[in-house]
Nanobody, 122 residues
Framework: QVQLVESGGGLVQAGGSLRLSCAAS????????MGWYRQAPGKQRELVAAITTGGNTNYADSVKGRFTISRANAKNTIYLQMNTLKPEDTAVYSCNAEGVKITFWAPKHDYWGQGTQVTVSS
């Protein structure tokens, strides 16, 4: 069983910083990519940032230049450094692991974390 455990959410003032962490645990052979999504009240879930095993990254336009995603492959862990936070960044942030295989021969599955609240006050 694969689990994603998130940490680092909280309340911060506008202009402040937070760092989110997501660790994938269990019997994992490989993971294609991991990323962070967010969903604000009344809005659809959107991709914030993602990173592949090879280190390729993808960011939402709204966070480019402010957020940085990084990955510790050996630990199956990703981090999201969020700087210059804005009230519109307020949302539940969820970690995603895409293309997870528990053995070489096993099929790929995607997994989600439980989500962590990020609230930015003005």
């Amino acid at each position: 069983q694969v689990q994603l455990v998130e940490s680092g959410g909280g309340l911060v003032q506008a202009g402040g910083s937070l760092r989110l962490s997501c660790a994938a645990s269990g019997s994992i052979f490989s993971i294609n990519a991991m990323g962070w999504y967010r969903q604000a009240p009344g809005k659809q879930r959107e991709l914030v940032a993602a990173i592949t095993t090879g280190g390729n990254t993808n960011y939402a336009d709204s966070v480019k230049g402010r957020f940085t995603i990084s990955r510790a492959n050996a630990k199956n862990t990703i981090y999201l450094q969020m700087n210059t936070l804005k009230p519109e960044d307020t949302a539940v942030y969820s970690c995603n692991a895409e293309g997870v295989k528990i053995t070489f021969w096993a099929p790929k599955h995607d997994y989600w974390g439980q989500g962590t609240q990020v609230t930015v006050s003005s």
